[in-house]
C-alpha cells in the first residue's frame, strides 16, 4: 500500500509535457492565375508542404471558381482561419465576396500574397491597399506611384504608365531594407534567389507599407534600372500582410530563401511574431541554395539537375 501511494506521489510530481501549441489555421486560395503564365495547379502542393513542414501550420486548400462561373456558393468563411495565402490571380469578385473579406482583414485576419497575387483585382481599391502595390490587370498611374529604393530609402514616382513588367528568370539578389522586422531577423544582409522573374514597375496607394527587402531589376534583362521592392508588409485595419513577389513557378519555390520567408511571413502575418530559426542551407550574398525535393514537384524536372537547367526554355 505505501507502495502504491509513494508511487502514485512520484508520478504526481513527475511533469507532464507542456501541451502543444495549437496549429495555426491557413486558407490557402487557388483557382486560377493569369490565365496560361501560371500553373497554380503545381504551385498550391509546393506552397502546402513548404508550410506544413515547420509544424506550424494547418493548411487547407480552398479553390475558388473560374472566371465566369457560378460564385453564388463559393462564400468561405474567412473567420476560421488566421491567415490567407494566396496562390489565387483573378479579374474581379462579386461585392458581398469582397466586403466579406475586407471585413476579415480588418478585424485582425491575416494575408500573404505569393508573385501573381499581386496582379489579382486590379480595380479593387481596398484590395490594392492590402498588397501595398500591383501589376497588370489595367493598372496605370491611376492605380498609385511606382514605389523603388533609391539612395537607400522608399521613394514614389508618379510618372505615367502600366504597372508590371519583368525579364527573363535568372538568378538575383535580394537586399535586406529592414533587418529588425521580425520576418528578417537573422537573415543576411544580401542573399541570392533561385532563378525567377523580377516584377518590376508594380503601382499601388502604398499606405503603411514596409519594404523588406528589394531586388536591382538590371536594364540588361528589360528591367527599370530600380531597386524593386520584393518583400514587403502593410497593415491593413488590425490585419497584417505580407507580400512576396518571389515564386513565378516550382523552379523558383524550391529556393531556400523562398521557402524561409514564406514561412516565417505567414506565421507574422497570422501571429505578429516569428518563432522559427533560419537555417545553415539559407543562400548566401553570391551562391544560391535550393532543394530538390521540392523541385521535383515539377513533373518536368529533371533529377539531379540544377532546378534552373532543368526548367523548361524562359519566355
Ligand atoms: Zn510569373
Known amino acids: 500500500m505505501r507502495a502504491l501511494i509513494l508511487s502514485t506521489i512520484l508520478l504526481a510530481l513527475i511533469p507532464l509535457p507542456a501541451p502543444a501549441a495549437p496549429l495555426i489555421r491557413v486558407m490557402l486560395l487557388d483557382g486560377e492565375s493569369?490565365?496560361?503564365?501560371?500553373?497554380?495547379?503545381?504551385?498550391?502542393?509546393?506552397?502546402?508542404?513548404?508550410?506544413?513542414?515547420?509544424?506550424?501550420?494547418?493548411?487547407?486548400?480552398?479553390?475558388?471558381?473560374?472566371?465566369?462561373?457560378?460564385?453564388?456558393?463559393?462564400?468561405?468563411?474567412?473567420?476560421?482561419?488566421?491567415?490567407?495565402?494566396?496562390?489565387?490571380?483573378?479579374?474581379?469578385?462579386?461585392?458581398?465576396?469582397?466586403?466579406?473579406?475586407?471585413?476579415?482583414?480588418?478585424?485582425?485576419?491575416?494575408?500573404?500574397?505569393?508573385?501573381?497575387?499581386?496582379?489579382?483585382f486590379g480595380q479593387w481599391t481596398e484590395y490594392n491597399k492590402m498588397i501595398g502595390v500591383g501589376g497588370w490587370r489595367g493598372r496605370d498611374e491611376n492605380s498609385g506611384a511606382l514605389w523603388y529604393f533609391k539612395d537607400g530609402k522608399l521613394v514614389s514616382d508618379n510618372k505615367p504608365g502600366k504597372a508590371g513588367a519583368h525579364g527573363r528568370r535568372v538568378p538575383y539578389q535580394l537586399v535586406t531594407r529592414d533587418?529588425?522586422?521580425?520576418?528578417?531577423?537573422?537573415?543576411?544582409?544580401?542573399w541570392m534567389h533561385q532563378g525567377d522573374e523580377l516584377y518590376n514597375s508594380l503601382r499601388g496607394p502604398g499606405e503603411n507599407m514596409t519594404v523588406l527587402a528589394t531586388a536591382f531589376s538590371d536594364p540588361a534583362n528589360s528591367g527599370s534600372g530600380h531597386d524593386e521592392p520584393m518583400l514587403l508588409i502593410t497593415n491593413y485595419g488590425k490585419g497584417r500582410v505580407f507580400h512576396t513577389a518571389l515564386g513565378h513557378d516550382v523552379n523558383a519555390l524550391s529556393c531556400v530563401g523562398f521557402i524561409v520567408t514564406l514561412q516565417r511571413g505567414t506565421e507574422w502575418a497570422a501571429t505578429g511574431k516569428v518563432t522559427q530559426k533560419v537555417p545553415a542551407t539559407f543562400p548566401s550574398a553570391d551562391t544560391v541554395s535550393y532543394r530538390t525535393d521540392i523541385a521535383a514537384m515539377d513533373p518536368g524536372y529533371k533529377s539531379g539537375l540544377n532546378p534552373l537547367d532543368a526548367r523548361p526554355p524562359a519566355r
Do not use: C
Open 34 to 120: 493569369g490565365g496560361p503564365y501560371h500553373k497554380w495547379q503545381l504551385v498550391t502542393p509546393v506552397l502546402k508542404k513548404e508550410l506544413e513542414e515547420t509544424g506550424l501550420f494547418q493548411v487547407e486548400v480552398v479553390t475558388a471558381p473560374k472566371a465566369g462561373e457560378d460564385f453564388s456558393n463559393f462564400k468561405p468563411d474567412f473567420s476560421k482561419y488566421q491567415v490567407v495565402v494566396s496562390n489565387y490571380d483573378a479579374a474581379n469578385w462579386p461585392d458581398t465576396l469582397k466586403a466579406s473579406f475586407e471585413q476579415y482583414i480588418k478585424a485582425g485576419g491575416g494575408l500573404v500574397t505569393v508573385h501573381a497575387a499581386d496582379n489579382s
Open 179 to 190: 533587418a529588425s522586422h521580425p520576418i528578417m531577423k537573422g537573415l543576411p544582409a544580401a
